[in-house]
């Protein structure tokens, strides 16, 4: 049986997990989080203890024990210097929401650019078991454009695979691609793969990436599946480990528009 368990208390054992003679950490109380930091960069991670205590009640020292590699395994890539020029194919684009930061903690610009009224588009460098999002220090570093970081992310995402689960609900269907290879949701990008879902579809195309790890496509064939999809994005939106927007949006001539379901109606 699990011991009872305290943000004080958890916050103590990661900071003995954590101890380094380079690695600072601090409790701010007020909004129960530990920010873990390179001492001499500043670079560092903060995370809301009270999430990590309820992941410990579920799954126990094994919470304790992901959490202390995800935060040794995000210090480490702070503390690296990568290059991009050798590692084109590890380049991808990723989609975030637009409030999603366009700078880092170090107050060095994000490369980005613009994609829905909901949507921006950043490209992170893959390491393997996590990535690192590209700024532009690191173009100017290479001499590298946005245009060529574009030109390569965009080729990259057509190499991953576009295999859907589909769930047919009220006589819509319903297609899911959730592989968690962390770009999940940046095969919203892949146009030929859009192109040919509405070429196949019954009715009108919708489209939702409520978090980074799924991709939602929809054939809306009656009114009721505007309403399953509203639900369904939302429920997605809310347990995603990073969200990006609980609206959907419908496909229509290689355009992507955003769209305000209300229950039982047709969106305008």
């Not at 500043?42 to 009640?57: D, E």
């Not at 196949?200 to 599946?225: C, M, R, S, W, Y």
């Amino acid at each position: 049986m699990k011991k009872n368990m305290t943000s004080f208390k958890m916050k103590s054992i990661l900071e003995e997990r954590l101890k380094d003679e380079d690695i600072r950490t601090s409790y701010n109380r007020n909004n129960d989080t530990l920010r873990v930091e390179w001492k001499e960069s500043k670079q560092g991670v903060t995370v809301a203890v009270p999430n990590i205590v309820g992941k410990y009640q579920v799954d126990g020292e094994q919470a304790i024990d992901e959490i202390v590699e995800h935060l040794q395994e995000s210090l480490r890539i702070m503390n690296q210097t990568y290059e991009l020029t050798g590692m084109e194919k590890n380049i991808f684009p990723v989609i975030r929401s637009t409030s999603f930061p366009t700078e880092t903690k170090a107050k060095t610009n994000l490369v980005y650019q613009d994609h829905t009224a909901e949507t921006r588009i950043f490209y992170a460098l893959d390491l393997g078991k996590s990535y690192r999002l590209i700024d532009e220090p690191m173009l100017e570093k290479e001499g590298w454009t946005k245009d060529r970081i574009e030109e390569i992310a965009t080729f990259n995402l057509r190499s991953l695979k576009t295999e859907p689960r589909k769930d047919r609900v009220a006589d819509n269907d319903f297609y899911f691609i959730a592989t968690q290879d962390g770009y999940d949701a940046s095969r919203i990008l892949n146009e030929a793969f859009l192109e040919e879902m509405q070429a196949n579809a019954k009715g009108e195309v919708a489209v939702a990436v409520p978090h980074q790890d799924v991709l939602i496509i929809a054939d809306i064939q009656n009114k009721t599946g505007y309403d399953i999809l509203a639900q369904m994005t939302m429920q997605f939106f809310a347990d995603g480990r990073i969200p990006i927007t609980s609206l959907s949006f419908i496909y229509e001539d290689k355009t992507l528009t955003p769209i305000f379901i209300l229950a039982k109606n047709r969106p305008e």
